[in-house]
């Protein structure tokens, strides 16, 4: 069974840093590409960012471009996001999600990003 | 970027009722491959994002099969054809042809 496990989600201030990571287990996490996408309270689904299988190449929402960056340590079938310079409007839940057609899910981790 | 636009955004059924989704996309989403990466999610009370069709019309494993997907170009459908109680949630479209990936706004389906 698929499976995916999200962790870091924390309160932070503005202007402050976070990293997020994703646990993979029961598939090849190294053969799979890899999604960052986000639902603030209330309102719909933002994609944030995506990984390649192989962790050479990313993609970044224009919201976040500059200030996040996503990475993958497939020995360890994890997932990152690293948050920086973080905004009110990051104030999130965040999921990752497996696949460019995002065929899998986790639970998510809430971001609360607040003076 | 891609904008997706579902309507209507509520969407009140009866239970045992058909009900239709609509996406539309701002350009085309055939990808030089020739295919159509439109997919739909549904997203329960509480829940993360399952998705239910991914490639316009292929339903995911376990997607009972009065859910359907039909559409092709910049025009794309959901349907339900029997609504039932566990049905109700926010239903999304999202396109993976082009960058930056991009969802519509959601429709949120209710039983009457």
């Known amino acids: 069974e698929v499976q995916l496990l999200e962790s870091g989600g924390d309160w932070e201030q503005p202007g402050g840093s976070l990293r997020l990571s994703c646990v993979a287990s029961g598939f090849t996490f190294k053969n799979f590409a890899m999604n960052w996408v986000r639902q603030a309270p209330g309102k719909g689904l933002e994609w944030v960012s995506f990984i390649s299988d192989s962790g050479h190449w990313a993609s970044y929402a224009d919201s976040v471009e500059g200030r996040f960056s996503i990475s993958r340590d497939n020995s360890k079938n994890t997932l990152y996001l690293q948050m920086n310079s973080l905004r009110g409007e990051d104030t999130a839940v965040y999921f990752c999600a497996r696949n460019g057609a995002l065929d899998h899910w986790g639970q998510g981790t809430l971001v609360t990003v607040s003076s | 970027d891609v904008v997706m636009t579902q309507s209507p955004l509520s969407l009140p059924v009866t239970l045992g009722q058909p009900a239709s989704i609509s996406c539309r996309s701002s350009?085309?989403?055939?990808?030089?491959?020739?295919?159509?990466?439109l997919n739909w999610f549904q997203q329960r009370p509480g829940q993360s994002p399952r998705r239910l069709i991914y490639k316009v019309s292929n339903r995911d494993s376990g997607v009972p099969d009065r859910f359907s997907g039909s559409g092709s170009g910049t025009d794309f459908t959901l349907k339900i054809s029997r609504v039932e109680a566990e049905d109700v949630g926010v239903y999304y479209c999202m396109q993976d042809t082009h960058w930056p990936r991009t969802f519509g706004q959601g429709t949120k389906l209710q039983i009457k």
């Open positions: 350009q085309s989403l055939v990808y030089s491959d020739g295919n159509t990466y």
